[in-house]
Protein backbone atom coordinates (compact mmCIF):
# COMPACT_ATOMS: atom_id res chain seq x y z
CA UNK A 1 0.00 0.00 0.00
CA UNK A 2 3.12 1.96 1.01
CA UNK A 3 4.09 2.11 -2.78
CA UNK A 4 0.92 2.44 -4.48
CA UNK A 5 0.70 5.41 -2.50
CA UNK A 6 4.08 6.47 -3.57
CA UNK A 7 3.51 5.70 -6.87
CA UNK A 8 0.50 8.03 -7.34
CA UNK A 9 2.11 10.58 -5.57
CA UNK A 10 5.00 10.31 -7.88
CA UNK A 11 3.10 10.26 -10.97
CA UNK A 12 1.11 13.67 -9.57
CA UNK A 13 4.67 14.85 -8.94
CA UNK A 14 4.83 14.24 -13.18
CA UNK A 15 1.34 15.35 -13.67
CA UNK A 16 2.39 16.96 -17.48
CA UNK A 17 4.33 14.22 -18.72
CA UNK A 18 1.98 11.75 -17.10
CA UNK A 19 -0.85 13.21 -18.40
CA UNK A 20 0.12 13.24 -22.11
CA UNK A 21 1.61 9.38 -21.35
CA UNK A 22 -2.85 8.58 -20.02
CA UNK A 23 -4.11 10.69 -23.05
CA UNK A 24 -2.09 8.87 -25.55
CA UNK A 25 -3.09 5.57 -24.34
CA UNK A 26 -6.98 6.32 -23.77
CA UNK A 27 -7.20 7.49 -27.44
CA UNK A 28 -5.51 4.31 -28.48
CA UNK A 29 -7.65 2.27 -26.02
CA UNK A 30 -10.84 4.24 -27.90
CA UNK A 31 -9.68 3.81 -31.21
CA UNK A 32 -9.36 0.05 -30.60
CA UNK A 33 -12.80 -0.45 -28.69
CA UNK A 34 -14.29 2.09 -31.39
CA UNK A 35 -13.33 0.22 -34.02
CA UNK A 36 -14.21 -3.73 -32.25
CA UNK A 37 -17.63 -1.74 -31.94
CA UNK A 38 -18.04 -0.28 -34.76
CA UNK A 39 -17.30 -3.87 -36.71
CA UNK A 40 -19.07 -5.99 -33.92
CA UNK A 41 -22.68 -3.88 -34.63
CA UNK A 42 -21.86 -3.41 -38.67
CA UNK A 43 -21.71 -7.17 -38.42
CA UNK A 44 -25.09 -7.31 -36.11
CA UNK A 45 -26.96 -5.12 -38.46
CA UNK A 46 -25.49 -6.86 -41.82
CA UNK A 47 -26.89 -9.81 -40.44
CA UNK A 48 -30.12 -8.72 -39.47
CA UNK A 49 -31.22 -7.07 -42.65
CA UNK A 50 -33.12 -9.92 -43.41
CA UNK A 51 -34.88 -12.70 -41.91
CA UNK A 52 -37.67 -14.91 -42.19
CA UNK A 53 -36.55 -15.64 -45.88
CA UNK A 54 -36.23 -19.06 -46.83
CA UNK A 55 -34.71 -18.85 -50.47
CA UNK A 56 -33.91 -15.60 -52.71
CA UNK A 57 -34.08 -16.32 -56.23
CA UNK A 58 -32.26 -14.87 -59.13
CA UNK A 59 -30.76 -15.20 -62.54
CA UNK A 60 -28.30 -17.31 -62.41
CA UNK A 61 -25.04 -15.46 -61.19
CA UNK A 62 -22.74 -15.55 -58.37
CA UNK A 63 -24.68 -15.93 -54.95
CA UNK A 64 -22.77 -13.15 -53.48
CA UNK A 65 -23.81 -11.05 -56.43
CA UNK A 66 -27.63 -11.96 -55.73
CA UNK A 67 -27.47 -11.48 -52.55
CA UNK A 68 -26.17 -8.05 -52.91
CA UNK A 69 -28.36 -6.74 -55.81
CA UNK A 70 -31.37 -8.16 -54.26
CA UNK A 71 -31.00 -7.18 -51.03
CA UNK A 72 -28.49 -4.68 -50.44
CA UNK A 73 -28.94 -3.16 -53.91
CA UNK A 74 -25.90 -2.54 -54.90
CA UNK A 75 -24.55 -3.62 -58.29
CA UNK A 76 -27.32 -4.66 -60.98
CA UNK A 77 -28.39 -8.00 -62.03
CA UNK A 78 -27.05 -9.50 -65.17
CA UNK A 79 -30.42 -10.97 -66.45
CA UNK A 80 -34.12 -11.53 -65.39
CA UNK A 81 -36.40 -13.74 -64.19
CA UNK A 82 -39.46 -14.85 -66.71
CA UNK A 83 -42.81 -13.94 -65.31
CA UNK A 84 -42.85 -17.49 -65.85
CA UNK A 85 -40.54 -18.87 -63.70
CA UNK A 86 -41.89 -16.85 -60.90
CA UNK A 87 -45.37 -18.21 -61.85
CA UNK A 88 -44.15 -21.80 -61.47
CA UNK A 89 -41.84 -20.87 -57.89
CA UNK A 90 -44.81 -19.22 -56.72
CA UNK A 91 -47.42 -21.79 -57.55
CA UNK A 92 -44.72 -24.51 -56.09
CA UNK A 93 -46.80 -26.52 -53.10
CA UNK A 94 -44.47 -26.07 -50.45
CA UNK A 95 -44.19 -22.41 -51.26
CA UNK A 96 -46.20 -20.00 -48.43
CA UNK A 97 -45.36 -16.56 -49.81
CA UNK A 98 -43.22 -14.76 -52.79
CA UNK A 99 -42.15 -11.50 -53.11
CA UNK A 100 -41.56 -10.34 -56.78
CA UNK A 101 -38.71 -7.61 -56.80
CA UNK A 102 -38.05 -5.28 -60.16
CA UNK A 103 -35.10 -3.34 -59.98
CA UNK A 104 -33.76 -0.96 -62.71
CA UNK A 105 -35.06 2.40 -61.87
CA UNK A 106 -33.99 4.86 -58.89
CA UNK A 107 -34.77 8.21 -57.39
CA UNK A 108 -31.99 10.87 -56.58
CA UNK A 109 -29.31 8.07 -56.02
CA UNK A 110 -32.20 5.64 -54.17
CA UNK A 111 -32.93 2.57 -55.61
CA UNK A 112 -36.97 1.93 -56.76
CA UNK A 113 -38.60 -0.72 -55.95
CA UNK A 114 -40.66 -2.74 -58.19
CA UNK A 115 -42.58 -5.38 -56.05
CA UNK A 116 -46.13 -6.04 -54.59
CA UNK A 117 -47.94 -5.63 -51.55
CA UNK A 118 -46.72 -8.89 -49.99
CA UNK A 119 -43.25 -7.11 -49.32
CA UNK A 120 -44.94 -5.14 -46.44
CA UNK A 121 -46.54 -7.89 -45.25
CA UNK A 122 -43.71 -10.91 -45.59
CA UNK A 123 -40.45 -9.31 -45.74
CA UNK A 124 -39.03 -9.28 -42.12
CA UNK A 125 -35.54 -8.02 -40.75
CA UNK A 126 -33.65 -8.27 -37.53
CA UNK A 127 -35.31 -10.73 -35.07
CA UNK A 128 -38.18 -11.20 -37.46
CA UNK A 129 -39.30 -8.34 -37.52
CA UNK A 130 -41.95 -7.12 -40.19
CA UNK A 131 -42.09 -3.75 -41.60
CA UNK A 132 -44.10 -1.29 -40.26
CA UNK A 133 -45.80 2.08 -41.66
CA UNK A 134 -44.54 5.31 -40.30
CA UNK A 135 -47.29 7.29 -41.66
CA UNK A 136 -49.71 6.42 -44.54
CA UNK A 137 -50.46 2.59 -46.39
CA UNK A 138 -49.36 0.78 -49.14
CA UNK A 139 -49.51 1.73 -52.62
CA UNK A 140 -52.92 0.95 -53.96
CA UNK A 141 -53.07 2.81 -57.31
CA UNK A 142 -50.99 2.95 -59.92
CA UNK A 143 -48.47 5.98 -59.32
CA UNK A 144 -48.43 5.72 -55.72
CA UNK A 145 -45.14 5.14 -53.93
CA UNK A 146 -44.28 3.97 -50.61
CA UNK A 147 -40.80 5.44 -49.21
CA UNK A 148 -38.08 3.96 -46.96
CA UNK A 149 -37.49 5.81 -43.68
CA UNK A 150 -33.95 7.52 -44.94
CA UNK A 151 -35.09 8.57 -48.68
CA UNK A 152 -38.08 10.71 -46.78
CA UNK A 153 -35.86 11.99 -43.94
CA UNK A 154 -33.02 12.91 -46.19
CA UNK A 155 -34.91 13.90 -49.10
CA UNK A 156 -37.50 15.98 -46.96
CA UNK A 157 -40.52 14.02 -48.55
CA UNK A 158 -43.92 14.08 -46.99
CA UNK A 159 -46.97 12.26 -47.37
CA UNK A 160 -49.04 13.37 -50.91
CA UNK A 161 -45.76 14.96 -52.51
CA UNK A 162 -44.78 13.97 -55.77
CA UNK A 163 -41.84 12.53 -57.46
CA UNK A 164 -40.16 11.55 -60.47
CA UNK A 165 -38.24 8.54 -61.02
CA UNK A 166 -35.56 8.32 -63.02
CA UNK A 167 -34.50 5.36 -65.41
CA UNK A 168 -31.51 3.90 -64.63
CA UNK A 169 -29.27 3.67 -61.27
CA UNK A 170 -27.20 6.67 -61.54
CA UNK A 171 -26.89 9.01 -58.65
CA UNK A 172 -27.40 12.08 -61.88
CA UNK A 173 -29.31 10.61 -64.30
CA UNK A 174 -30.93 12.75 -67.13
CA UNK A 175 -33.47 10.27 -68.09
CA UNK A 176 -36.46 10.41 -66.06
CA UNK A 177 -39.74 9.47 -66.48
CA UNK A 178 -41.45 12.69 -65.93
CA UNK A 179 -44.66 11.77 -67.56
CA UNK A 180 -45.52 10.02 -64.98
CA UNK A 181 -44.96 11.58 -61.66
CA UNK A 182 -45.52 8.98 -58.05
CA UNK A 183 -46.96 10.20 -55.34
CA UNK A 184 -46.23 9.35 -51.61
CA UNK A 185 -49.49 7.25 -49.93
CA UNK A 186 -46.81 5.70 -47.42
CA UNK A 187 -43.60 6.03 -45.40
CA UNK A 188 -42.01 3.22 -43.80
CA UNK A 189 -40.70 3.27 -40.34
CA UNK A 190 -36.75 2.65 -39.86
CA UNK A 191 -35.03 -0.32 -39.68
CA UNK A 192 -31.66 0.27 -39.89
CA UNK A 193 -31.25 -1.86 -42.66
CA UNK A 194 -31.75 -1.27 -47.09
CA UNK A 195 -34.68 -1.48 -46.42
CA UNK A 196 -34.72 2.73 -45.38
CA UNK A 197 -32.70 2.97 -48.56
CA UNK A 198 -35.23 2.57 -51.10
CA UNK A 199 -38.74 3.61 -52.99
CA UNK A 200 -41.11 0.87 -53.43
CA UNK A 201 -43.80 1.01 -56.49
CA UNK A 202 -45.80 -1.68 -57.76
CA UNK A 203 -44.37 -3.88 -60.72
CA UNK A 204 -47.76 -2.67 -62.82
CA UNK A 205 -46.29 1.15 -62.22
CA UNK A 206 -42.18 -0.35 -63.13
CA UNK A 207 -44.07 -1.94 -66.35
CA UNK A 208 -46.22 1.63 -67.06
CA UNK A 209 -43.48 3.85 -67.00
CA UNK A 210 -41.31 2.32 -68.75
CA UNK A 211 -43.92 1.89 -72.16
CA UNK A 212 -42.50 4.33 -74.57
CA UNK A 213 -38.93 3.23 -73.57
CA UNK A 214 -36.95 0.89 -76.31
CA UNK A 215 -33.54 -0.38 -75.47
CA UNK A 216 -33.19 2.17 -72.96
CA UNK A 217 -34.36 4.93 -74.51
CA UNK A 218 -37.56 7.11 -74.22
CA UNK A 219 -38.86 7.59 -77.35
CA UNK A 220 -43.13 8.99 -76.74
CA UNK A 221 -45.42 7.35 -78.70
CA UNK A 222 -43.66 4.15 -79.71
CA UNK A 223 -45.95 2.31 -76.81
CA UNK A 224 -48.90 3.00 -78.69
CA UNK A 225 -51.53 5.51 -77.78
CA UNK A 226 -53.52 3.08 -75.90
CA UNK A 227 -54.76 4.54 -72.38
CA UNK A 228 -52.83 3.26 -69.09
CA UNK A 229 -56.08 1.77 -67.79
CA UNK A 230 -57.11 -0.92 -70.22
CA UNK A 231 -53.38 -2.00 -70.86
CA UNK A 232 -52.60 -5.21 -69.19
CA UNK A 233 -49.44 -4.12 -66.98
CA UNK A 234 -48.33 -7.56 -65.72
CA UNK A 235 -44.47 -7.34 -66.22
CA UNK A 236 -43.09 -10.00 -68.90
CA UNK A 237 -39.99 -10.17 -66.67
CA UNK A 238 -38.51 -9.41 -62.85
CA UNK A 239 -35.28 -9.35 -60.88
CA UNK A 240 -35.57 -11.76 -58.36
CA UNK A 241 -38.25 -13.15 -55.90
CA UNK A 242 -38.13 -14.24 -52.10
CA UNK A 243 -39.27 -17.26 -51.20
CA UNK A 244 -41.18 -18.11 -47.77
CA UNK A 245 -41.63 -21.47 -47.25
CA UNK A 246 -44.07 -23.44 -45.90
CA UNK A 247 -42.05 -25.66 -43.93
CA UNK A 248 -38.08 -25.21 -43.57
CA UNK A 249 -37.37 -28.59 -43.76
CA UNK A 250 -37.98 -28.29 -47.44
CA UNK A 251 -35.46 -25.25 -48.14
CA UNK A 252 -32.92 -27.33 -49.86
CA UNK A 253 -35.43 -29.50 -51.87
CA UNK A 254 -37.01 -26.51 -53.25
CA UNK A 255 -33.17 -24.75 -53.60
CA UNK A 256 -32.18 -27.93 -55.82
CA UNK A 257 -35.43 -28.13 -57.65
CA UNK A 258 -35.29 -23.79 -58.82
CA UNK A 259 -30.82 -24.51 -59.24
CA UNK A 260 -32.05 -27.59 -61.71
CA UNK A 261 -34.94 -25.68 -63.15
CA UNK A 262 -35.39 -26.32 -67.32
CA UNK A 263 -36.57 -23.33 -68.86
CA UNK A 264 -34.00 -20.90 -68.03
CA UNK A 265 -30.80 -20.89 -65.64
CA UNK A 266 -31.64 -19.62 -61.97
CA UNK A 267 -30.22 -20.06 -59.12
CA UNK A 268 -31.48 -20.10 -55.40
CA UNK A 269 -29.71 -18.92 -52.03
CA UNK A 270 -29.95 -19.12 -48.77
CA UNK A 271 -29.97 -15.42 -47.64
CA UNK A 272 -28.67 -16.52 -44.12
CA UNK A 273 -25.64 -18.23 -45.82
CA UNK A 274 -24.92 -15.78 -48.45
CA UNK A 275 -24.78 -13.23 -45.88
CA UNK A 276 -22.22 -15.63 -43.65
CA UNK A 277 -20.34 -15.81 -47.48
CA UNK A 278 -20.35 -11.76 -47.63
CA UNK A 279 -19.27 -11.04 -44.22
CA UNK A 280 -16.27 -13.31 -44.72
CA UNK A 281 -14.98 -11.38 -47.95
CA UNK A 282 -15.43 -8.48 -45.70
CA UNK A 283 -13.24 -10.00 -43.06
CA UNK A 284 -10.07 -8.40 -44.94
CA UNK A 285 -10.87 -5.02 -44.71
CA UNK A 286 -12.19 -5.92 -40.95
CA UNK A 287 -9.37 -7.21 -39.69
CA UNK A 288 -6.57 -4.46 -41.24
CA UNK A 289 -8.80 -2.05 -38.87
CA UNK A 290 -8.00 -3.88 -36.16
CA UNK A 291 -4.43 -4.72 -36.78
CA UNK A 292 -3.93 -0.81 -37.61
CA UNK A 293 -6.01 0.18 -33.93
CA UNK A 294 -3.75 -2.45 -32.30
CA UNK A 295 -1.09 -1.08 -33.56
CA UNK A 296 -2.00 2.17 -32.70
CA UNK A 297 -2.34 0.89 -29.07
CA UNK A 298 1.52 -0.46 -29.63
CA UNK A 299 2.39 2.64 -30.54
CA UNK A 300 0.89 4.07 -27.08
CA UNK A 301 2.42 1.79 -24.84
CA UNK A 302 5.85 2.51 -26.85
CA UNK A 303 4.90 6.18 -25.93
CA UNK A 304 4.54 5.34 -22.31
CA UNK A 305 7.25 3.18 -22.25
CA UNK A 306 9.83 6.13 -23.83
CA UNK A 307 8.14 8.65 -20.89
CA UNK A 308 8.92 5.92 -18.24
CA UNK A 309 12.58 5.38 -19.47
CA UNK A 310 13.65 8.73 -19.84
CA UNK A 311 12.29 9.50 -16.56
CA UNK A 312 14.42 7.27 -15.16
CA UNK A 313 17.63 8.96 -15.08
CA UNK A 314 16.24 11.82 -13.17
CA UNK A 315 14.65 9.38 -10.79
CA UNK A 316 17.98 7.95 -9.86
CA UNK A 317 17.97 10.03 -6.46
CA UNK A 318 14.30 9.26 -5.95
CA UNK A 319 15.29 5.52 -5.79
CA UNK A 320 18.45 6.14 -3.90
CA UNK A 321 16.21 7.79 -1.10
CA UNK A 322 14.23 4.94 -1.12
CA UNK A 323 17.33 2.79 -0.73
CA UNK A 324 18.50 4.71 2.00
CA UNK A 325 15.01 4.49 4.00
CA UNK A 326 15.36 0.29 3.70
CA UNK A 327 13.66 0.15 0.03
CA UNK A 328 14.89 -3.09 -1.64
CA UNK A 329 15.78 -3.20 -5.28
CA UNK A 330 12.44 -5.35 -5.64
CA UNK A 331 10.25 -2.31 -3.85
CA UNK A 332 11.80 -0.21 -6.71
CA UNK A 333 11.13 -2.68 -9.29
CA UNK A 334 7.35 -3.21 -7.95
CA UNK A 335 6.92 0.81 -7.70
CA UNK A 336 8.05 1.03 -11.44
CA UNK A 337 5.65 -1.62 -12.35
CA UNK A 338 2.72 -0.08 -10.41
CA UNK A 339 2.97 3.12 -11.90
CA UNK A 340 2.80 1.64 -15.04
CA UNK A 341 -0.16 -0.51 -13.94
CA UNK A 342 -1.89 3.08 -12.80
CA UNK A 343 -0.94 4.62 -16.10
CA UNK A 344 -2.30 1.99 -18.62
CA UNK A 345 -5.41 1.97 -15.77
CA UNK A 346 -6.05 5.39 -16.58
CA UNK A 347 -5.91 5.59 -19.83
CA UNK A 348 -8.04 2.36 -20.21
CA UNK A 349 -11.14 4.08 -17.90
CA UNK A 350 -10.02 7.27 -19.62
CA UNK A 351 -10.18 5.87 -23.19
CA UNK A 352 -13.41 3.73 -22.50
CA UNK A 353 -15.08 6.66 -21.22
CA UNK A 354 -14.05 8.75 -24.11
CA UNK A 355 -15.24 6.05 -26.48
CA UNK A 356 -18.76 6.34 -24.71
CA UNK A 357 -18.95 10.04 -25.10
CA UNK A 358 -17.67 10.23 -28.73
CA UNK A 359 -20.43 7.54 -29.49
CA UNK A 360 -22.84 9.32 -27.45
CA UNK A 361 -22.43 12.31 -29.44
CA UNK A 362 -21.62 11.23 -32.44
CA UNK A 363 -24.65 8.64 -33.17
CA UNK A 364 -27.22 10.66 -34.58
CA UNK A 365 -24.43 11.67 -37.00
CA UNK A 366 -23.70 8.03 -37.98
CA UNK A 367 -27.20 6.69 -38.06
CA UNK A 368 -27.79 10.02 -40.36
CA UNK A 369 -24.79 10.07 -42.85
CA UNK A 370 -23.99 6.37 -42.88
CA UNK A 371 -26.63 4.83 -41.90
CA UNK A 372 -24.72 2.96 -39.27
CA UNK A 373 -26.90 2.30 -36.50
CA UNK A 374 -24.78 1.99 -33.30
CA UNK A 375 -26.27 0.82 -29.70
CA UNK A 376 -24.53 2.40 -26.92
CA UNK A 377 -24.49 -1.26 -24.83
CA UNK A 378 -21.96 -1.87 -22.18
CA UNK A 379 -18.46 -3.64 -23.15
CA UNK A 380 -19.37 -6.86 -24.55
CA UNK A 381 -17.25 -9.75 -22.86
CA UNK A 382 -15.21 -9.73 -26.00
CA UNK A 383 -14.43 -6.07 -25.43
CA UNK A 384 -13.35 -6.90 -21.98
CA UNK A 385 -10.89 -9.20 -22.80
CA UNK A 386 -9.73 -6.71 -25.45
CA UNK A 387 -8.97 -4.40 -22.53
CA UNK A 388 -7.64 -6.62 -20.53
CA UNK A 389 -5.18 -8.15 -23.16
CA UNK A 390 -4.20 -4.07 -23.02
CA UNK A 391 -3.45 -4.00 -19.46
CA UNK A 392 -1.49 -6.86 -19.71
CA UNK A 393 1.12 -5.85 -22.46
CA UNK A 394 1.15 -2.32 -20.55
CA UNK A 395 2.11 -4.14 -17.84
CA UNK A 396 4.89 -6.04 -19.37
CA UNK A 397 5.97 -2.83 -20.84
CA UNK A 398 6.47 -1.65 -17.36
CA UNK A 399 8.83 -4.76 -16.67
CA UNK A 400 11.75 -2.90 -18.61
CA UNK A 401 11.45 0.43 -16.59
CA UNK A 402 11.32 -1.66 -13.67
CA UNK A 403 14.51 -3.50 -14.62
CA UNK A 404 16.06 -0.61 -15.24
CA UNK A 405 15.54 0.98 -11.90
CA UNK A 406 15.93 -2.23 -10.46
CA UNK A 407 19.54 -2.23 -11.62
CA UNK A 408 19.93 1.35 -11.02
CA UNK A 409 19.75 0.57 -7.51
CA UNK A 410 21.60 -2.41 -7.42
CA UNK A 411 24.53 -0.36 -8.99
CA UNK A 412 23.96 2.84 -7.75
CA UNK A 413 23.34 2.13 -3.82
CA UNK A 414 22.71 5.33 -1.84
CA UNK A 415 25.59 7.11 -3.78
CA UNK A 416 23.64 9.79 -5.90
CA UNK A 417 25.04 10.04 -9.22
CA UNK A 418 23.84 12.69 -11.33
CA UNK B 1 29.34 -2.65 19.95
CA UNK B 2 27.09 -0.77 17.49
CA UNK B 3 29.88 -1.35 13.98
CA UNK B 4 32.60 -3.29 13.80
CA UNK B 5 34.71 -3.34 10.44
CA UNK B 6 37.44 -5.85 10.46
CA UNK B 7 40.32 -6.23 8.27
CA UNK B 8 37.80 -5.26 5.31
CA UNK B 9 39.20 -4.95 1.79
CA UNK B 10 36.99 -3.98 -1.50
CA UNK B 11 37.91 -2.75 -4.56
CA UNK B 12 36.11 -3.12 -8.00
CA UNK B 13 37.52 -5.89 -10.54
CA UNK B 14 41.01 -5.34 -11.71
CA UNK B 15 41.19 -1.45 -9.95
CA UNK B 16 43.71 -0.93 -7.41
CA UNK B 17 42.01 -1.66 -3.72
CA UNK B 18 39.74 0.98 -2.93
CA UNK B 19 39.07 0.30 0.76
CA UNK B 20 41.50 -1.47 3.18
CA UNK B 21 40.80 -1.07 6.62
CA UNK B 22 42.16 -3.14 9.33
CA UNK B 23 39.77 -2.37 12.20
CA UNK B 24 37.27 0.64 12.92
CA UNK B 25 34.82 0.34 15.28
CA UNK B 26 32.00 2.81 16.76
CA UNK B 27 30.71 1.70 20.50
CA UNK B 28 26.83 2.02 21.62
CA UNK B 29 25.80 5.83 21.84
CA UNK B 30 29.48 6.62 20.39
CA UNK B 31 29.32 9.92 18.16
CA UNK B 32 32.15 9.24 15.79
CA UNK B 33 33.47 12.09 13.21
CA UNK B 34 35.05 10.95 10.07
CA UNK B 35 37.49 13.35 8.14
CA UNK B 36 36.81 12.02 4.33
CA UNK B 37 38.44 14.68 1.96
CA UNK B 38 36.67 13.57 -1.40
CA UNK B 39 38.41 10.99 -3.33
CA UNK B 40 39.00 8.55 0.01
CA UNK B 41 37.09 6.56 -1.10
CA UNK B 42 34.24 7.63 1.42
CA UNK B 43 30.98 6.60 -0.71
CA UNK B 44 32.25 3.13 -0.88
CA UNK B 45 32.54 2.79 2.79
CA UNK B 46 29.24 4.26 3.52
CA UNK B 47 27.92 1.59 0.70
CA UNK B 48 29.77 -1.31 2.98
CA UNK B 49 29.20 0.15 6.16
CA UNK B 50 25.11 0.13 5.46
CA UNK B 51 25.29 -3.07 3.67
CA UNK B 52 24.30 -2.11 -0.26
CA UNK B 53 28.52 -3.69 -1.03
CA UNK B 54 29.92 -6.38 0.43
CA UNK B 55 33.75 -6.44 1.51
CA UNK B 56 36.16 -8.64 -0.62
CA UNK B 57 37.52 -10.10 2.62
CA UNK B 58 36.94 -9.12 6.35
CA UNK B 59 34.08 -8.58 7.88
CA UNK B 60 31.43 -5.85 8.44
CA UNK B 61 29.28 -6.44 11.79
CA UNK B 62 26.75 -4.43 13.49
CA UNK B 63 25.13 -5.04 16.74
CA UNK B 64 26.85 -7.93 16.41
CA UNK B 65 25.21 -9.56 13.19
CA UNK B 66 27.79 -10.04 10.48
CA UNK B 67 27.11 -8.90 7.14
CA UNK B 68 28.55 -11.58 5.72
CA UNK B 69 25.89 -13.79 7.12
CA UNK B 70 23.32 -12.44 5.86
CA UNK B 71 21.89 -12.47 2.11
CA UNK B 72 21.55 -8.88 0.32
CA UNK B 73 17.75 -9.16 0.70
CA UNK B 74 18.73 -9.46 4.65
CA UNK B 75 21.34 -6.81 4.67
CA UNK B 76 18.14 -4.47 3.22
CA UNK B 77 16.04 -5.41 6.25
CA UNK B 78 18.69 -4.92 8.53
CA UNK B 79 19.70 -1.51 7.14
CA UNK B 80 15.82 -0.62 7.22
CA UNK B 81 15.55 -1.80 10.85
CA UNK B 82 19.08 -0.03 12.25
CA UNK B 83 20.41 2.20 10.02
CA UNK B 84 18.97 6.01 9.75
CA UNK B 85 20.72 7.53 6.57
CA UNK B 86 21.14 11.62 6.14
CA UNK B 87 22.56 12.92 2.91
CA UNK B 88 24.33 15.81 1.67
CA UNK B 89 21.29 17.45 -0.06
CA UNK B 90 17.74 17.23 -1.86
CA UNK B 91 17.37 14.15 1.03
CA UNK B 92 13.42 14.41 0.42
CA UNK B 93 11.26 12.89 -1.49
CA UNK B 94 9.45 16.21 -2.77
CA UNK B 95 5.80 14.63 -3.93
CA UNK B 96 5.36 13.58 -0.45
CA UNK B 97 4.59 15.90 2.84
CA UNK B 98 6.82 16.50 5.41
CA UNK B 99 5.18 13.97 7.43
CA UNK B 100 4.87 11.63 4.87
CA UNK B 101 8.68 11.62 4.12
CA UNK B 102 9.25 11.48 8.14
CA UNK B 103 7.24 8.47 7.95
CA UNK B 104 9.16 6.50 5.54
CA UNK B 105 11.06 4.05 7.23
CA UNK B 106 8.53 3.01 9.22
CA UNK B 107 6.96 1.74 6.07
CA UNK B 108 9.96 -0.91 5.19
CA UNK B 109 10.68 -1.45 8.79
CA UNK B 110 8.41 -3.09 10.81
CA UNK B 111 10.75 -2.96 14.28
CA UNK B 112 10.75 0.85 13.40
CA UNK B 113 7.07 1.52 12.88
CA UNK B 114 6.57 -1.23 16.31
CA UNK B 115 8.86 1.44 18.27
CA UNK B 116 7.09 4.60 17.52
CA UNK B 117 3.63 3.05 18.00
CA UNK B 118 5.00 1.62 21.53
CA UNK B 119 6.47 4.94 22.55
CA UNK B 120 3.87 7.77 20.94
CA UNK B 121 0.67 5.20 20.53
CA UNK B 122 0.71 6.20 16.74
CA UNK B 123 3.03 6.81 13.86
CA UNK B 124 1.58 10.60 13.25
CA UNK B 125 1.94 11.01 17.16
CA UNK B 126 5.60 10.31 16.81
CA UNK B 127 6.29 11.78 13.81
CA UNK B 128 4.70 15.22 15.44
CA UNK B 129 6.83 14.52 18.36
CA UNK B 130 10.18 13.89 16.65
CA UNK B 131 9.43 17.02 14.20
CA UNK B 132 8.47 19.51 17.58
CA UNK B 133 11.39 18.16 18.59
CA UNK B 134 13.64 19.41 15.67
CA UNK B 135 12.33 22.68 15.90
CA UNK B 136 9.68 21.82 12.48
CA UNK B 137 6.05 21.37 14.79
CA UNK B 138 4.25 24.06 12.40
CA UNK B 139 5.54 22.88 9.18
CA UNK B 140 3.85 19.30 9.53
CA UNK B 141 1.87 19.76 6.10
CA UNK B 142 4.06 21.98 4.46
CA UNK B 143 4.89 20.93 1.16
CA UNK B 144 8.75 19.76 0.95
CA UNK B 145 9.75 22.44 -1.65
CA UNK B 146 8.58 25.25 -0.22
CA UNK B 147 10.98 24.87 2.97
CA UNK B 148 14.64 25.88 3.21
CA UNK B 149 17.53 23.68 2.52
CA UNK B 150 18.17 23.95 6.95
CA UNK B 151 14.47 23.00 7.43
CA UNK B 152 14.72 20.01 4.68
CA UNK B 153 17.63 19.26 6.71
CA UNK B 154 16.74 19.06 9.89
CA UNK B 155 13.27 16.84 8.47
CA UNK B 156 16.16 14.20 6.87
CA UNK B 157 17.29 14.08 10.77
CA UNK B 158 13.79 13.37 11.93
CA UNK B 159 13.70 10.67 9.24
CA UNK B 160 16.86 9.10 10.26
CA UNK B 161 16.24 9.21 13.57
CA UNK B 162 12.64 7.83 13.62
CA UNK B 163 11.97 4.63 15.57
CA UNK B 164 14.99 5.06 16.99
CA UNK B 165 17.82 2.92 15.12
CA UNK B 166 20.99 2.17 16.47
CA UNK B 167 23.19 3.93 14.50
CA UNK B 168 23.04 7.15 12.43
CA UNK B 169 25.33 7.99 9.34
CA UNK B 170 25.43 11.60 8.31
CA UNK B 171 27.25 11.88 5.16
CA UNK B 172 27.68 15.44 4.68
CA UNK B 173 24.85 16.69 5.84
CA UNK B 174 25.85 20.77 6.83
CA UNK B 175 27.75 21.05 3.26
CA UNK B 176 24.84 23.12 1.94
CA UNK B 177 24.05 25.15 5.19
CA UNK B 178 25.62 28.39 6.35
CA UNK B 179 28.17 28.46 8.87
CA UNK B 180 25.66 28.92 11.94
CA UNK B 181 22.86 26.66 10.69
CA UNK B 182 25.25 24.46 10.54
CA UNK B 183 26.78 24.12 14.02
CA UNK B 184 23.14 24.66 15.38
CA UNK B 185 22.23 21.34 12.58
CA UNK B 186 25.16 19.11 14.36
CA UNK B 187 24.13 20.18 17.86
CA UNK B 188 20.37 19.40 17.03
CA UNK B 189 21.68 16.06 15.67
CA UNK B 190 23.80 14.85 18.54
CA UNK B 191 21.18 15.92 21.09
CA UNK B 192 18.70 13.92 18.92
CA UNK B 193 20.62 10.97 18.85
CA UNK B 194 21.64 10.81 22.45
CA UNK B 195 18.21 11.24 22.62
CA UNK B 196 16.98 7.99 20.71
CA UNK B 197 19.95 6.00 22.59
CA UNK B 198 21.77 5.81 19.06
CA UNK B 199 25.41 6.25 17.88
CA UNK B 200 26.26 8.36 15.27
CA UNK B 201 29.07 8.76 12.28
CA UNK B 202 29.35 11.83 10.92
CA UNK B 203 31.65 12.12 7.62
CA UNK B 204 32.61 15.26 6.41
CA UNK B 205 35.72 16.85 4.96
CA UNK B 206 35.47 19.78 7.18
CA UNK B 207 37.98 19.34 9.47
CA UNK B 208 36.55 22.30 11.97
CA UNK B 209 33.35 20.37 12.87
CA UNK B 210 35.11 17.79 14.54
CA UNK B 211 35.32 19.37 17.80
CA UNK B 212 31.47 18.70 18.54
CA UNK B 213 32.02 14.78 18.31
CA UNK B 214 33.16 12.23 21.00
CA UNK B 215 36.39 11.15 18.56
CA UNK B 216 37.22 12.02 15.68
CA UNK B 217 39.07 10.27 12.67
CA UNK B 218 40.34 10.38 9.67
CA UNK B 219 39.69 7.90 6.35
CA UNK B 220 42.71 8.71 4.97
CA UNK B 221 44.45 7.45 8.45
CA UNK B 222 42.15 4.52 8.76
CA UNK B 223 42.30 3.70 5.08
CA UNK B 224 45.02 1.67 3.35
CA UNK B 225 43.56 1.32 -0.10
CA UNK B 226 43.11 3.82 -2.50
CA UNK B 227 46.34 5.65 -2.07
CA UNK B 228 47.42 6.10 -5.20
Known amino acids: MLLLRIAAKSLINRRTSVLLTIISIAVSVALLLGVEKIRDQAKQSFTNTISGTDLIVGARSGSVQLLLYSVFRIGNASNNIT ?54 LAFSALHDVVLGAEVAAKLGYRMGDELVVAHGTGNASFAKHEDQPFRVTGILAPTGTPV ?41 AITAIMVGLKSKVATFQLQRAVNNYRKEPLLAILPGVALQELWSMLNVAENAMLVISACVVLSGLFGMLTVLLSGLNERRREMAILRSVGARPAHIYCLLVMETCLLVSMGILLGTGLLF ?62 | MTLTLTDICFGWPEQPVLIDIQHFEISRGEKVFLYGPSGSGKSTLLNLISGIQQPLSGCVSALGTSFGALNSRQRDRFRADHLGLIFQQFNLLPYLSVQDNVLLPCGFSDLRRKRVIDTYGSEVAGATALLERLGLGSLMDREVARLSIG ?78
Open chain 1, 83 to 136: WQSYQDIAGHSKVAWTIPISLGDSHRGYRVVGTNTDYFKHYKYGRKQPLVFAQG
Open chain 1, 196 to 236: DRALYVSLEAIEAIHIDWQAGTYLPGSGGSEPLETRNLQPQ
Open chain 1, 357 to 418: VALAAGLSFLETEFGLYLQLTWLSLHELGLLGIIFIAGLCTGLIPGYRAYRYSLADGMTIRI
Open chain 2, 151 to 228: QQQRVAAARALIGEPELIIADEPTSALDTDSRARFIELLSEQSELSNSSLLFVSHDLSLASHFDRSIALTDLNQGGQN
